[in-house]
């Protein structure tokens, strides 16, 4: 059987005259937890954005649940697959649980009128992100990483069987870190939501996903298990690192510890 999920077909983004992701080609199945990697700018958040419909592309197809996603209604889209932007602005003192309250709008009627089932869901989201506390404060008056939390909740309230999470642990500590990855990895063991995750924390990524696909201007250059993502030479050539790679014995994953940056003129002849 085909558990395709999400998938992109020949697809091509940009920005104007800016070709970003000039031809790609990705499939998730359901009940993956993939992370996607790369240097800055090399299209991590067009590629999400794009597969979560709020870019058009310029030639290509996105598939979701095996239908074009351009064929779905918005509220459908929004029901199937919700996205945690890599940056977000909310309007000035709208509080936390306002915010949260608009991952139920897919859900609730025109009227938005809020059922027992959506505050649920928005109490689940406040307390496992433990945003309880703060939700009634202005999400603008937050510190940086109680905000991300506070949008974390927004996405998790909107309760999806697929995730796009763009950098979700940005702007948090390194405990806040853990328990988002940890939150990230039971919702997909768990509950078997399917879930991609931008991560620039390769230790992480390979802690948590089975799967790393890296992207390096706008291409996939390598896609596979963690043990086949973190070496010296991948390391080397996409994240321009030399790294000593080892292999954790208690979280049964490689870790790699970064040295140097290589300059350009190290690369040799490429
Ligand atoms: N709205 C935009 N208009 C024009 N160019 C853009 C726009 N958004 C992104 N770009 C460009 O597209 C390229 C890819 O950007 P993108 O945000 O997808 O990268 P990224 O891999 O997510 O990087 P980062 O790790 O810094 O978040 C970059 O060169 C960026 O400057
Ligand atoms: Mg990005």
Do not use: C
């Not at 506070?150 to 996405?155: D, F, G, R, S, Y």
């Not at 500590?173 to 853990?178: F, H, K, N």
């Not at 992207?215 to 086949?228: E, K």
């Amino acid at each position: 059987m085909d558990d395709t999920q999400l998938q992109t077909e020949d697809l091509a983004v940009g920005y104007g005259k800016h070709l970003v992701l000039p031809q790609l080609d990705l499939a998730i199945n359901a009940g993956e937890l993939v992370a996607l990697v790369g240097p800055n700018g090399s299209g991590k958040s067009t590629l999400l954005k794009a597969m979560a419909r709020l870019l058009r592309p310029r030639r290509g197809i996105v598939y979701l649940d095996g239908k074009s996603i351009s064929q779905y209604a918005t509220l459908e889209v929004a029901r199937r697959l919700a996205i945690l932007p890599q940056s977000h602005t909310s309007p000035a003192g709208l509080t936390v649980r306002e915010l949260v309250e608009q991952g139920r709008y897919p859900h609730s009627g025109p009227l938005r009128m809020l059922t027992r089932q959506d505050h649920a869901a928005i109490e689940r989201a406040l307390s496992l992100t433990h945003m309880v506390a703060l939700a009634d404060r202005p999400v603008d008056t937050l510190s940086g990483g109680e905000r991300q939390r506070a949008w974390i909740a927004l996405t998790l309230a909107q309760d999806t069987p697929v995730l796009l999470l763009d950098e979700p642990t940005t702007y948090l500590d390194i405990g806040y870190q853990m328990e988002i990855m940890e939150l990230i990895a039971s919702l997909n063991s768990q509950h078997n939501i399917t879930i991609v995750v931008v991560l620039h924390d390769l230790n992480q990524a390979a802690r948590f996903a089975r799967r790393m696909v890296v992207l390096n201007q706008g291409r996939i250059v390598a896609d596979g298990a963690p043990v086949d993502i973190l070496t010296p030479e991948i390391m080397a050539r996409h994240f321009r690192i030399n790294a000593a790679i080892y292999h954790d014995d208690v979280t049964n994953t490689p870790v790699f510890i970064p040295y140097q940056s290589v300059k350009s003129s190290d690369n040799g002849p490429s």
